[in-house]
């Protein structure tokens, strides 16, 4: 099993719609989890960081699942300019930093 | 505010010629600094890792390498390039000992080696 797995998509999803994706990770002992944003021939950008107790960003909620090993992001009322690349990041105790190879969102108007 | 600088942009090199690239972070001290390189259509690699002035880890064993000559500077450095190193380069920094560790990336290098 992969450190850490997302489905690569594209996700075509039409404008105002909810959608949501999930992340993989195979170390019961992670620790910190993130979700970045990452548009074409951009460096990635921090979006939000994953609680366990999940957590609310506006238009976007994160959620853990520690017992069956995922996160999620939901996206609500999507919007064109949410149309780019998710990376799931999932930090270890050894400090060893895994990303995921994300998962493509294109929003249709 | 913290900011991170790379440069440069984009860079076309052959075969076989050396490379550096510089990364600095302004706003904060002691960071954790970061190389990765995403290749086409692939996912973002770590390549080197620093704690500290000196302090250097390399995930991927190649012929790249990198040096920490001062706190907030890092740099990404081969003595021979191949065509395999071409890529997108980025570097990041997080605060070091955090319990969040967000890392915080710069604009990256895109480099084309020919």
């Known amino acids: 099993r992969k450190e850490v797995e997302q489905d690569p998509g594209p996700f075509n999803v039409p404008e105002g719609a909810t959608v949501a994706f999930n992340c993989t990770y195979s170390n019961s002992a992670s620790q910190s989890f993130f979700w970045y944003r990452q548009d074409c021939r951009k460096e990635p950008k921090l979006l939000m960081s994953v609680y366990s107790s999940g957590n609310e960003d506006g238009r976007f909620t994160a959620q853990l699942n520690r017992a069956s090993q995922y996160i999620s992001l939901l996206i609500r009322d999507s919007k064109l300019s949410d149309s780019a690349t998710y990376l799931c990041v999932v930090n270890n105790r050894d400090d060893k930093i895994i990303f995921g190879k994300g998962t493509r969102l294109h929003i249709l108007p | 505010s913290q900011t991170i600088h790379q440069w440069p942009a984009t860079l076309v090199q052959p075969v076989g010629s050396p490379l550096s690239l510089e990364c600095t972070v302004e706003?904060?001290?002691?960071?954790?600094l970061y190389w990765y390189r995403q290749a086409a259509g692939r996912g973002l690699q770590l390549l080197f890792y620093s704690v500290g002035i000196g302090q250097i880890s390399s995930e991927v064993p190649q012929n790249l390498s990198a040096s920490r000559p001062q706190d907030r500077q890092f740099i990404l450095s081969s003595k021979k390039l191949l065509l395999s190193d071409s890529g997108f380069y980025l570097c990041?920094?997080?605060?070091?000992?955090?319990?969040?560790?967000?890392?915080?990336f710069g604009p990256g290098t895109r480099l084309t080696v020919t």
């Open positions: 990041a920094w997080s605060i070091a000992g955090g319990a969040t560790y967000e890392q915080y």
């Open positions: 706003g904060t001290s002691n960071p954790n």
